[in-house]
């Protein structure tokens, strides 16, 4: 009788657990280093050579090692740096409202893999994953199965989940129609001046907030802009992101030199290098200065 208990036990242990899926993308593989030596680890295949003729910048991260950053994390933890991740699209987690989202938000939800064939227990999830330096995408062609990307942003453990947090943009594909969106080569930035901080310092100020908090102290950032969401002259406000190189900030409705209005589209474009002052707000992660006004910038219109 002892014995068909245990029969019993085993087979209900089965049904509760034998097929329960992991609700985690990277599933039971990211747990070979805690198996017992008895159990045999399977290692990955090597990750896909990278395609010629995409911009990597030097200490580039494949998605294995960025997986390996998070795994260090604690659940909800967010790295303190930012990082240059290349990898191959294997896959999308788009809900039932992503067909109206899209165009209004421009990001995706990505799965990224160190093999192009998506072969290996490993993948990093790029969460609400935005264009060039955060601009929107501005269609589904920018971004397809198969492409080789780079991205940048903070990676994290969602709960055993390993992903972007944040502003999380694409730096670069080989993707043909996406460089035909995004033809624009960042032309650098230059160093900040004293009194001020680069769009990476910004980003670190954000990070010790709450999300929706925002700072106290007012900040010169300096930048370029790197995409433009609005210029509206009825309110006299701008909205556009600018970056470092690697950090990027989404500078929410400033205005012009002094709170002056701006007043034309032209005041504000690609490729401007401006120095800001406002207030910082962690937007559910992103950096945002606002509450303040650009201060000097490099547009003739300006």
């Known amino acids: 009788m002892k014995k068909s208990v245990i029969v019993l036990t085993a087979a209900v242990a089965m049904v509760?657990?034998?097929?329960?899926?992991?609700?985690?993308i990277n599933g039971p593989g990211e747990m070979v280093d805690q198996l017992p030596d008895s159990i045999p680890s399977i290692a990955d295949?090597?990750?896909?050579?990278?395609?010629?003729?995409?911009?990597?910048p030097e200490?580039?991260?494949?998605?294995?090692?960025?997986?390996?950053?998070?795994?260090?994390?604690?659940?909800?933890?967010?790295?303190?740096?930012?990082?240059?991740?290349?990898?191959?699209?294997?896959?999308?987690?788009?809900g039932n409202t992503f067909d109206t989202d899209f165009p209004k938000y421009g990001n995706d939800f990505v799965y990224l893999s160190a093999r192009q064939d998506g072969k290996g227990t490993k993948q990093f999830y790029a969460y609400r994953i935005l264009g060039k330096f955060g601009a929107?995408?501005?269609?589904?062609?920018?971004i397809q199965v198969g492409d080789f990307i780079v991205i940048s942003c903070y990676p994290m453990n969602y709960n055993g989940t390993y992903e972007s947090n944040g502003l999380c943009h694409t730096y670069a594909s080989n993707n043909a129609h996406f460089n035909?969106?995004?033809?624009?080569?960042?032309?650098?930035?230059?160093?900040?001046?004293?009194?001020?901080?680069?769009?990476?310092?910004?980003?670190?100020?954000?990070?010790?907030?709450?999300?929706?908090?925002?700072?106290?102290?007012?900040y010169k950032i300096r930048g370029v802009v790197t995409s433009v969401d609005t210029v509206d002259p009825s309110y006299g406000n701008a909205t556009f992101n600018i970056s470092?190189?690697?950090g990027v900030a989404t500078c929410y409705r400033l205005k012009a030199k002094g709170g002056a209005k701006f007043t034309?589209?032209?005041?504000?474009?690609?490729?401007?290098?401006?120095?800001?002052?406002?207030?910082?707000?962690?937007?559910?992660?992103?950096c945002e200065p606002t509450q303040g006004n650009v201060v000097e910038s490099t547009n003739p219109n300006f």
């Not at 509760?16 to 985690?24: I, T």
């Not at 690609?270 to 992103?286: F, M, P, R, S």
């Open 16 to 24: 509760f657990f034998g097929c329960k899926e992991s609700p985690y």
């Open 45 to 56: 295949p090597d990750p896909t050579p990278d395609p010629e003729g995409v911009d990597i």
């Open 59 to 94: 200490g580039t991260i494949n998605v294995n090692e960025a997986v390996k950053i998070a795994k260090k994390l604690a659940a909800g933890e967010v790295s303190a740096d930012r990082y240059f991740i290349k990898g191959w699209v294997v896959g999308f987690n788009r």
């Open 136 to 142: 929107k995408f501005p269609d589904l062609e920018c």
């Open 180 to 218: 035909e969106m995004f033809p624009w080569i960042f032309p650098g930035c230059p160093v900040p001046g004293e009194g001020e901080i680069s769009v990476t310092e910004a980003e670190k100020v954000s990070a010790k907030l709450a999300s929706k908090e925002t700072s106290t102290e007012t």
């Open 244 to 246: 470092d190189g690697s």
């Open 264 to 286: 034309n589209a032209n005041q504000v474009a690609i490729g401007d290098t401006v120095l800001v002052e406002a207030k910082i707000q962690n937007y559910n992660g992103t």
